[in-house]
């Protein structure tokens, strides 16, 4: 494209009229015409027309003239013959003599006479006889008579135009009329071809002028229109003609700079609408991450902030917005996200730059001056925003927003750097509870690269089998014995270290398997290695009991968790009665209902269910008799505490007094001390879990434990029965 525009343009160039000399200008035309074919079709038509019609003419004239050198030459012959004719007395007398012939031969043309008597009788011949014309009686007198060879001429004078009593036959020598002929054909030639030339020139000239110029103009003008139609280069005459052509010109450079201006309006149109497209969000009209991205590389390029001066850039998320998309629908989360973005551009400052980066997330950047109160401000201000309920078709939304600010140039110097970091603190804050700020600081980033190392390292540690599990026993308070046993992931990372690696802890590597998506494979070993454990265990002798095995949400909602357990159990023989399954309260936030009818049909399979970390997390009371769960599990953390924490102790025995209306057991795990144990007793808890009793130990080491402590149980057990 550029390079026809390029070719085009340098093409026209050298058809404008350079600065010429009054007489190159004069003839300026001129040089365009022999390279014209119209004109020289219509010069050579006109010049061929030319040559016809005077060729016509001249076909018509070239008789009559020879006629009239004819009639010349008879008459001059006439008068000599007259002249020298002498009038004759007696009948036979030679009226002309040889010697008088001879005379007039010298003198005219005439060569040869025959004299006839009035009575057309032959009397005399003289010179050359060989006459064709005779007057002899009987035989028609023809007028005047030529010789093929043109050379001769034979004419009769009758006595009357002789003035004597003859009539004479004579031959005269005609070759001087047939030259004469010839050189008046010649003449006319020259004079035909002269003409035609004089009337073709001007003719060109004329057509030039008139014709061939403006039609190169209008051929460069419609030319240069198709090269560069939006800026074609039009030229006018120098002299505007007021005929046909002269308007056609008229007429065309019109259409080509409408033309050329309604293409460029519709370029500015085409490029307005690209450049919305490319830069801002339709929903909201707001500017979308690119234009955000662009406006603060050109910021920081330019150096446009004064000492002191600072950029805030705020990114913000909407809390849950997944589960207001797919619960109430995507109008309702456009209309919301469109009321968000409107709240968002009012509680903040006129200079601030809002733009929405992603489905759910706006970006805000505005300027702090030295005396600005800080990005505490404008996160204030958002939490501000959103604080009333967002009303769309009758419905109201109490939107939550995370948000993550960093700050140029001191969380970094380069824009897509500072996006970054504005986005680690809002996962932190996301992390964190949600609803809530976080400011970057180096300690997330590297935070972040030690996550991305463990996702490399987890991903080799499926291969090289280095997760495994250990187990940790659950019991009855009443009776002591072994009622349980949770299972739980070690990952043993082999390193270039002293030790030779080391156990990396379940709550950094799990996050990141779920994140990743990688607990599925994960959860899948987890599961068949503990029911293999178990039925190994039951067929090994061991007295039968629940295998606690944790369920990551992820695997509730992104992987066929109901038919992978039925399969496990199949494949293991494990009695489903002998499994249970830990969920914490979060996989009922995706989505409830989902999460609800797969407890059903978990539960249908015959495998008991727990609520894992109970009390920690968000629990709908209304719910929680609908899910068919068999368990409550008392987060550790209130175990902990309750002792010296009366809060944690209020909530210890709420949980168990809740758990048993519900008609579930209760388990409370980090039962660390005998205190521990004494006081869930006094509660009445009806199992307990914790380091009191043994860390969580590997398969093996698990079955020495359990084999001893049921040894000594039932030592024991006999010793009470004996007293
Ligand atoms: P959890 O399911 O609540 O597991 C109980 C955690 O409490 C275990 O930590 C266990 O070692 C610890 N614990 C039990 N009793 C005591 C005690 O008396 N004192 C103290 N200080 N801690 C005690 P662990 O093994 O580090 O596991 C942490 C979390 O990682 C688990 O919490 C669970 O949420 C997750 N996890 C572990 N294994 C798996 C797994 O296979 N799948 C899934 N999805 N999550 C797992
Ligand atoms: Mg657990
Ligand atoms: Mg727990």
Not at 80 to 86: E, H, Q, V
Not at 695 to 722: G, M
Request: hydrophobic residues 40%; aromatic residues 8%.
């Amino acid at each position: 494209m550029s390079r026809f525009n390029h070719h085009g343009e340098q093409k026209i160039e050298t058809d404008q009229p350079q600065p010429q000399s009054w007489l190159s200008r004069a003839y300026a035309p001129t040089h365009h015409i022999w390279k014209s074919s119209i004109s020289w079709r219509i010069t050579m038509a006109v010049f061929l027309t030319l040559l016809l019609v005077e060729t016509m003419v001249l076909i018509f004239t070239v008789p009559s003239y020879e006629k009239e050198q004819l009639a010349g030459l008879q008459e001059i012959s006439r008068s000599a013959l007259a002249f020298s004719l002498a009038d004759i007395k007696g009948q036979d007398s030679d009226p002309l003599t040889e010697k008088g012939f001879a005379k007039l031969k010298n003198n005219s043309q005439i060569e040869g006479v025959v004299i006839y008597t009035v009575g057309n009788e032959p009397k005399w011949r003289y010179g050359d006889q060989e006459l064709f014309l005779s007057l002899a009686s009987g035989k028609e007198i023809p007028a005047n008579y030529r010789w093929h060879n043109n050379e001769h001429y034979e004419v009769a004078y009758l006595s009357a135009d002789l003035g004597h009593p003859y009539n004479i036959v004579a031959k005269i020598n005609a070759k001087a009329v047939e030259s004469r002929v010839v050189g008046y054909i010649r003449q006319n030639l020259w004079i035909l071809l002269f003409m035609s030339g004089f009337v073709t020139s001007v003719l060109m000239l004329v057509l030039s002028m008139w014709l061939l110029e403006p039609m190169i103009l209008l051929r460069n003008n419609l030319l240069s229109a198709a090269r560069n139609p939006e800026k074609p280069n039009i030229q006018n005459l120098k002299k505007e003609l007021h005929d046909e052509i002269g308007m056609a010109i008229r007429i065309a450079n019109d259409l080509i700079r409408q033309n050329a201006s309604s293409l460029k309006r519709l370029r500015v149109q085409a490029e307005d609408k690209i450049h919305k497209l490319a830069y801002f969000d339709s929903l909201t009209g707001l500017p979308n991450r690119v234009y955000f991205l662009e406006q603060l590389e050109e910021l920081i390029k330019n150096k446009a902030l004064a000492a002191g001066e600072s950029l805030a850039v705020l990114s913000v998320d909407i809390d849950h917005f997944k589960d207001i998309n797919d619960t109430m629908g995507h109008e309702i989360g456009d209309k919301l996200l469109e009321a968000i973005g409107k709240r968002l551009v009012k509680s903040l400052p006129d200079n601030a730059v809002i733009a929405r980066a992603s489905a759910d997330e706006f970006m805000v950047m505005s300027l702090l001056k030295p005396d600005h109160p800080g990005s505490a401000v404008l996160a204030e201000n958002i939490f501000g925003a959103m604080a009333e309920p967002v009303s769309i078709l009758q419905e109201s939304f109490q939107v939550r927003v995370s948000i993550g600010v960093s700050n140029y140039p001191t969380d970094g110097l380069e824009a897509r750097q500072i996006l970054k970091n504005a986005d680690i603190a809002l996962n932190r804050a996301k992390e964190e509870g949600r609803d809530t700020v976080r400011y970057y600081s180096q300690a997330f980033d590297d935070a972040v690269h030690h996550r991305f190392q463990i996702l490399r390292d987890l991903r080799n540690a499926m291969n090289q089998k280095e997760l495994h599990l250990h187990y940790h026993p659950q019991f009855d308070l009443k009776t002591g014995a072994i009622v349980g046993a949770e299972a739980l992931l070690r990952w043993w990372h082999p390193d270039n270290s002293k030790e030779g690696g080391k156990f990396i802890p379940p709550i950094e590597f799990i996050p990141v398997a779920e994140q990743a998506g990688l607990i599925v494979p994960i959860g899948e070993y987890v599961l068949r290695t503990a029911c293999e454990t178990n039925k190994a265990w039951q067929k090994k002798g061991l007295p039968p009991f629940r295998m606690a095995v944790n369920i990551s949400g992820v695997q509730f909602h992104r992987g066929d968790i109901v038919g992978l357990v039925d399969t496990v159990l199949k494949e293991t023989g494990l009695d489903p009665h002998w499994l249970e399954l830990e969920v914490t309260e979060s996989v009922f936030m995706e989505n409830m209902q989902a999460a609800i009818d797969i407890l059903h049909r978990l539960h249908q399979l015959g495998v008991e269910l727990a609520i894992d970390d109970f009390g920690t997390g968000y629990s709908s009371l209304s719910y929680l008799r609908q899910f068919p769960i068999d368990r409550l599990k008392v987060d550790q953390s209130f175990i902990r505490n309750a002792l010296i924490n009366v809060d944690d102790k209020m909530i210890t025995r709420t949980i168990i007094t809740l758990g048993h209306s519900l008609d579930l057991k209760v388990i409370a795990e980090g039962v660390e001390t005998v205190e521990h144990e004494t006081f869930l007793k006094e509660l009445n808890c009806d199992e307990v879990q914790g380091f009191k009793y043994t860390r969580p130990i590997p398969a093996d080491k698990f079955w020495d434990f359990a084999v001893e402590y049921n040894r000594v149980l039932a030592k024991n057990n006999s010793k009470l029965a004996s007293i």
